[in-house]
């Protein structure tokens, strides 16, 4: 086929995603994170001033980010002097921050920080420390901020969460869970009285993911737990007694616990609470917890990244929609103003180039009702005369869920005269816990139909080329996309981020966060099961193009997986492309990395849909 003329180049899209994250307000003034793709993808950190005027914090080569879980979160806090407490990418020691370089507050002992918090004089947070023996056990920490030894006040789980201390600061209230579960699947929620170590379970459990404490006073806390099947607000005592749903619905105020030291919620000084809700992308309310009245906000962006932050009255967050730039807001919740901050794409095409989403319902196998986004083609200046060829878009995770935040890389194809479906597979978050349970014991059963059945439902609805439908995608979706490719003839093409293709070595050799999510997702490891889902024991059954793409330092899917993969196409004849990328990780960060895959990308399409 013959692209259409479009404004939008690779190189457009490899220099936007400045992955703007992780807002914090205080005395007027707001910090974030932010990457810089032409600079290897380091991640600094930004500051407005109280007047207005913008200015980077952290200068090369210093680059705030944690490897706690290696998905990391939240890097940095800011002290009640206005200082900087972060954790550095090289070493991941915590630094502080004020008018001087950088200086260490921890060890270089081969530990990681995350979900920062300043109280007291303290950074309070997460400990993960590496082992020489391989081993890996993590702790809420205590740490001086004028110099000394961390001190424990959590131990004996696997994993830790949002550690947050009473307003008499003699509670430590955090979220904790062990082998086998991940956090969605459940966690308790704890408290310790710091005084004499002594602890206890407030609420959760081994089937009740509960996130997100924050205390409503000294002896109450706000919570968010998915008991009801939905993650919803609850108030509790602190000792676990006269628990109240504040606003019960068939609605998400949280998502999967992939990053630490998200806020899906902030408590106003005049009591109210500024949450997240919906169903996939969550939008902005008011709620009132005594009259359980929730109110929406008028503002320009349809969804928010789980991180909200407040100063006073004023509410700071990271906002978008589909031809809104995702953007650090700031919102005067008296008087409703909102002003953008700081936009992740400077400069954006005439919006005739962007696609709208439009959400659909599809039917997949046994009548399961599966959610998707379709973007259509979108030129001003061609009308297509037949029905085009389309993408269709998997997400990672495999918990979690496409959002319909603006993304030049749709833009990129469907400017072209490509149309894109992004599918919400069973399994994904955003949609209650049964919808998430899909997959439990059925990854690559249930996602891979549903993925079939949204090609086959393109074809059906006429809205797109039988023959020209390709599928892509990373990670846990670069997984369905390969077994979606063995198991069905609907594609033609499949194009894997370091996907994962077989399930021993994933066992064998991925992080510990992640090191038991194989047994939850398809079972106890057994190699005549593993053999009828995973796709290189399957590869036998492709028969169309792929393009493989890999980070070789990915600690998370190992660059064997990708590899062993396309060995085993190219000795079955089957077209491959293997393309590795020297320094890059678990998602592509630096500009000529994103700028060569996007070509290659676009190139193979060019090539399969002819």
Not at 195 to 204: H, L, M, P, R
Not at 384 to 396: D, E, L, M, N
Request: charged share 20%.
């Amino acid at each position: 086929m013959s692209f259409w003329p479009s404004p939008i180049s690779t190189t457009d899209v490899a220099r936007s995603g400045l992955r703007l994250g992780w807002p914090t307000a205080l005395d007027g003034q707001v910090w974030w994170t932010e990457d810089r793709p032409e600079e290897g993808g380091r991640t600094t950190i930004m500051r407005r001033a109280a007047d207005g005027t913008r200015g980077e914090l952290l200068a090369a080569p210093w680059s705030a980010r944690t490897r706690v879980h290696e998905y990391g979160g939240r890097p940095y806090t800011v002290t009640p002097a206005g200082e900087v407490v972060f954790a550095n990418l090289a070493d991941q020691r915590l630094y502080l921050l004020g008018d001087a370089a950088p200086g260490p507050l921890t060890p270089d002992d081969g530990s990681r920080y995350a979900d920062l918090l300043v109280r007291d004089g303290h950074v309070w947070c997460v400990r993960e420390h590496h082992h020489d023996d391989g081993k890996v056990s993590r702790s809420v920490v205590s740490i001086p901020l004028d110099g000394g030894e961390p001190r424990e006040h959590a131990t004996g789980s696997d994993f830790y969460a949002s550690p947050t201390l009473s307003p008499d600061g003699r509670h430590l209230a955090y979220v904790c869970w062990s082998h086998p579960r991940m956090p969605w699947n459940g966690t308790e929620l704890r408290v310790t009285r710091l005084a004499d170590g002594a602890s206890w379970t407030v609420k959760g459990g081994t089937a009740e993911s509960v996130l997100a404490p924050q205390w409503k006073d000294d002896g109450h806390l706000y919570l968010i737990s998915d008991w009801s099947g939905w993650w919803n607000l609850y108030q509790i005592g602190l000792y676990g007694t006269s628990s109240q749903a504040l606003f019960p619905a068939e609605e998400e105020f949280a998502g999967p616990l992939w990053h630490l030291g998200g806020r899906p919620y902030i408590v106003l000084p005049d009591g109210r609470l500024a949450v997240l809700h919906g169903r996939g992308d969550l939008r902005l309310g008011l709620l009132d917890p005594v009259s359980g009245e929730l109110t929406g906000l008028d503002v320009p962006y349809e969804g928010w990244d789980p991180a909200l932050a407040a100063d006073g009255a004023t509410l700071v967050g990271v906002g978008y929609g589909p031809s809104v730039p995702r953007s650090v807001v700031r919102i005067d919740t008296v008087t409703g103003r909102v002003e953008g901050l700081r936009r992740d794409v400077d400069e954006l095409p005439d919006i005739a180039y962007l696609p709208t989403p439009r959400p659909v319902e599809l039917s997949g196998r046994f009548g399961r009702h599966v959610h998707a986004h379709l973007y259509p083609p979108a030129n001003p200046a061609v009308s297509p005369s037949a029905p085009p060829p389309y993408v269709i878009f998997v997400h990672g995770g495999p918990t979690s869920h496409a959002t319909v935040a603006l993304d030049l890389g749709k833009a990129l194809l469907t400017s072209r005269g490509i149309g894109v479906l992004s599918v919400d597979y069973g399994g994904s978050s955003g949609y209650g816990r049964a919808y998430r349970e899909r997959l439990k014991g059925q990854w690559g059963v249930v996602d891979v139909e549903d993925t079939i059945a949204a090609a086959e439902w393109l074809a059906a609805e006429g809205l797109a080329d039988p023959a020209r439908i390709a599928v892509r995608g990373g990670s846990a979706g670069g997984w369905t996309v390969m077994a979606a490719c063995c198991r069905s003839g609907a594609f033609a093409g499949g194009v894997s981020y370091y996907g994962v293709s077989a399930l021993a070595p994933l066992n064998a050799h991925t992080h510990d966060f992640e090191s038991r999510y194989v047994e939850w997702l398809v079972g106890p490891e057994d190699p005549h099961l593993y053999a009828t889902r995973e796709p290189l024991a399957l590869v036998d059954g492709v028969s169309c193009p792929m393009l493989l793409l890999q980070g070789l330092d990915d600690p998370i899917v190992p660059p064997e997986q990708s590899a062993a993969f396309a060995d085993a196409l190219s000795e079955r004849g089957v077209p491959c492309t293997y393309l590795t990328f020297e320094g890059e990780s678990h998602g592509f960060r630096r500009a000529e990395t994103r700028a060569t895959a996007l070509a290659a990308e676009l190139a193979f399409y060019q090539q399969i849909f002819t």
